[in-house]
């Protein structure tokens, strides 16, 4: 790995946290920290992160298949997931265990005591993919963690409106139905993602 990435996110984390941002947080379940990594940093990451990514595309379907006994291949892929990134390529455990992120989680979720790092996932939208449908991800997460598990989303790249960037329900914490109005915000207020901004969800 680039020596500029090492050194970068090794540093210690500073302050990212500030209350409006926190209030922001409380108040919509999601709020997002820009200019949170150095794109150029990611860019020196990313075909590392891609090729875990495809050396492990497969994994999902086998899992998929495994769970609901089908052997056919699903005709209405959503995404190429990939779990456990660290166990299959430690060398992103630089960024993934990165001090910015663990501060940034504490901060927003006042845990004083510290937090614990749950997993990391790769998700890639290809070309002909179908939408992802509504959700929380507190209810995929085996443990009782009461609103206390916090997802950071991270793009590697430049997501443009058109390419279908992710849409975030604001209270979604409280009510995972998400009821229309809700949804139809969301959509309606989405906008393109920069590479180095992630947008951090309390589910």
Known sequence: ????????????????????????????????????????????????????????????????????????????????????????????????????LAKAARDLEDMAGGVRFYQAQSFFKESGDTGSMWHADNYACPLDTSNQLTTAWLPFVEVERDMGPLAFARGSHLDSEIPEPIRALALATTTAAPCGRITVLLC
């Open 1 to 100: 790995m680039p020596a500029l990435v090492r050194a970068s996110l090794r540093s210690a984390p500073c302050v990212l946290v500030f209350h409006p941002t926190l209030v922001l947080f409380c108040e919509r379940s999601h709020v997002v920290l820009r200019g949170f990594f150095n794109p150029k940093e990611l860019e020196e990451l990313a075909p590392l992160l891609r090729k875990t990514t495809a050396d492990h595309a497969g994994d999902w379907e086998e899992y998929m298949q495994e769970r609901t006994g089908s052997t056919e291949k699903s005709t209405h892929k959503q995404f190429i997931r990939v779990f456990n990134l660290v166990e299959k390529e430690p060398r992103l455990a630089e960024l993934l265990y990165s001090p910015r």
